[in-house]
């Protein structure tokens, strides 16, 4: 009876297949802030206000490896000169996998948002806006390149409707290509006052 009970308590804890989880979101188990994934990645793209012409925009997400992100976004380009973004988003992210609520769909591989505050700058009066708040979790369904250089992110989309309910991903969320921002070291050596009176 004993050896009954502890195979089916070993079956019980067994963890199940991707196909028979729930559907909704859980965090990767391996890690939730993958290593290839942190670091800072740029985005161009072109945005339309009614009435006008597109204009080209930026934007650059970075994932820090403790968990926080800043998704800010730009109408200069901040690669060429320093550039004050017009808003800025800050937020707790994990990767994981969601599975969708109809079977056919399959599993996707996805950043899960949760945002704390959004920063609006105001260029006329050269002040911040800080808006906290605690906001509902937005997905971005996400591939990594082989060579670690191109991070593929969809539109920002809500998959956890209030009252638990898991909603499906749109087929409409259209897909950016970001490249990753590589940081080079600077020409100036780094030399400490004492250093430099040792050299006078």
């Known amino acids: 009876m004993q050896y009954l009970f502890v195979i089916l308590l070993t079956a019980l804890l067994r963890p199940l297949p991707l196909a028979a989880q729930p559907p909704g979101f859980s965090a990767d188990p391996r890690t939730v802030h993958p290593p290839g994934i942190t670091g800072r990645w740029i985005n161009e793209f072109y945005f339309?206000?009614?009435?006008?012409?597109p204009r080209l925009f930026w934007q650059i997400v970075e994932f820090?490896?403790?968990g926080r992100t800043e998704h800010s976004y730009f109408s200069l380009d901040p690669t060429s000169a320093p550039s004050t973004p017009y808003t800025s988003i800050v937020?707790?992210?994990?990767?994981?996998l969601f599975v969708d609520p109809q079977a056919n769909k399959g599993i996707l591989s996805v950043i899960r948002l949760k945002p704390s505050e959004q920063i609006n700058y105001d260029a006329t009066r050269n002040q911040f806006q800080h808006i906290r708040g605690n906001f509902g979790a937005q997905f971005r369904r996400y591939t990594l390149s082989s060579d670690g250089t191109q991070l593929t992110l969809s539109e920002l989309?809500?998959?956890e409707v209030p009252g638990n309910i898991i909603i499906s991903f749109p087929a409409t969320a259209r897909d950016m290509i970001f490249r990753r921002v590589v940081e080079l070291p600077s020409a100036?050596?780094?030399i400490s006052w004492a250093q430099l009176k040792q050299q006078y």
């Not at 339309?48 to 012409?53: E, F, I, K, V």
């Open 64 to 66: 820090a490896p403790d």
């Open 48 to 53: 339309a206000r009614t009435g006008q012409a």
């Open 157 to 159: 989309v809500v998959l």
């Open 91 to 96: 937020s707790t992210w994990q990767a994981g």
């Open 188 to 190: 100036v050596s780094p």
